[in-house]
């Protein structure tokens, strides 16, 4: 067994006894059969023969990871699939660790889940990315040896995660954007990337209410623009009376991954009220633009603006009065 940096753990000739992981539910089920469960319900506990070495080892607390690994070594890589941010950090950590770190290529690398979230509209990125993944609670045998198995560090020590407050990109970065285009037939050396002040092309990103996770069995959606309808129509017609500008507007809700990532690696300009969608500006080609709606509540938050200045996008974050009958002229304005 190989600790890095007290960050994560590479362990040899290993045993995990399936038995030994007690939980009330396998994972991956529809969300619509979950409706209302406990979070709690989606981990397991991991008892103490979980994790069988080939040898005895005594492992001081203190030179294990400061995370989820040092509770039982432990296991379990705290992620909600519903997020798309967390769902870009987990997948961040795994490509670096393989392609960087260990020089194994990704697609030969399988993936296992050691929580039971349910199934999750992201889930299609791991399997586009890597050889496989596969949850512990699918697991039809009492133990399963492991040649090698790395365990992830948690969201916290992601190069995305929000905590490591950073002005550029991390390491690969751009070579991991790179791969999830290509992975989605899109393939980025190939398309233009100079801006043209002639065909700007603008998206607006509108959100709809949709069942995201267990605890919200409405689906509603918070942070929407009230008078929606109102704003596209009036930006419609202003932007109509500019022939370099293309404006657009949709909602990710029901569209498939690809289709999320063919529209943003078009935009110039995207813009949207704060919410997990506007991760794709990660997507972006780079020197183009993010603005962000929000309200007085939001305008504090960096999220976004973060991963704006990490992708090289010039980011903008415009206050609205949502339900305000001049906001799509602020809008407009911003």
């Known amino acids: 067994m190989i600790i890095f940096n007290k960050l ?10 399936t038995k030994f992981a007690k939980g009330k539910r396998n994972g991956g089920e529809d969300l619509n059969k979950v409706l209302k469960q406990n979070e709690n319900d989606e981990y397991f ?26 509770d039982i070594f432990s296991s379990v890589t705290l992620y909600h699939t519903w997020q798309n941010l967390t769902i870009i950090n987990e997948t961040t950590i795994a490509f670096i660790f393989y392609v960087d770190f260990f020089r194994h290529d ?6 296992l889940f050691l929580d039971t ?7 299609v990125l791991w399997l586009q990315l890597f050889h496989s993944y596969i949850r512990l609670g699918h697991l039809n045998i009492s133990s399963i040896f492991y040649k090698e198995l790395i365990w992830s560090p948690s969201q916290a020590q992601s190069e995305l995660d929000l905590k490591q407050s950073r002005q550029k990109a991390p390491s690969y970065f751009f070579d991991f954007r790179q791969y999830i285009l290509e992975k989605f037939n899109i393939i980025y050396s190939r398309i233009n990337k100079n801006f043209n002040c002639q065909n700007i092309n603008i998206f607006f990103l509108v959100r709809h209410n949709y069942i995201a996770y267990p605890r919200n069995p409405t689906g509603e959606i918070k942070r929407q623009l009230i008078n929606e309808n109102q704003i596209l129509n009036e930006l419609i017609l202003k932007f109509q ?3 370099s ?14 289709q999320q990532l063919s529209i943003i690696i078009q935009t110039d300009i995207f813009i949207g009220m704060h919410g997990a969608s506007l991760t794709d500006v990660l997507f972006m080609k780079s020197n183009r633009a993010l603005i962000q709606f929000a309200t007085t509540a939001w305008q504090k938050q960096t999220h976004f603006e973060q ?4 992708n090289n996008i010039n980011y903008h974050r415009c206050l609205i009065l949502n339900g305000h009958s001049t906001t799509a002229q602020t809008i407009f304005n911003c």
């Open 307 to 310: 991963m704006a200045l990490i």
């Open 106 to 111: 990704p697609k030969s690398v399988h993936i």
């Open 8 to 17: 994560f753990i590479k362990t040899h000739s290993i045993i995990l006894q």
């Open 45 to 70: 506990h991991f008892e103490k023969d979980f994790i069988q070495f080939s040898c005895n080892i005594l492992l001081p607390i203190e030179i294990l990871p400061n995370s989820h690994l040092s």
């Open 245 to 258: 500008i293309h404006f657009t507007f949709n909602h990710f809700e029901q569209l498939s991954m690809q």
């Open 117 to 123: 979230h349910p199934k999750g509209n992201l889930e």
């Open 241 to 243: 009376n500019f022939s």
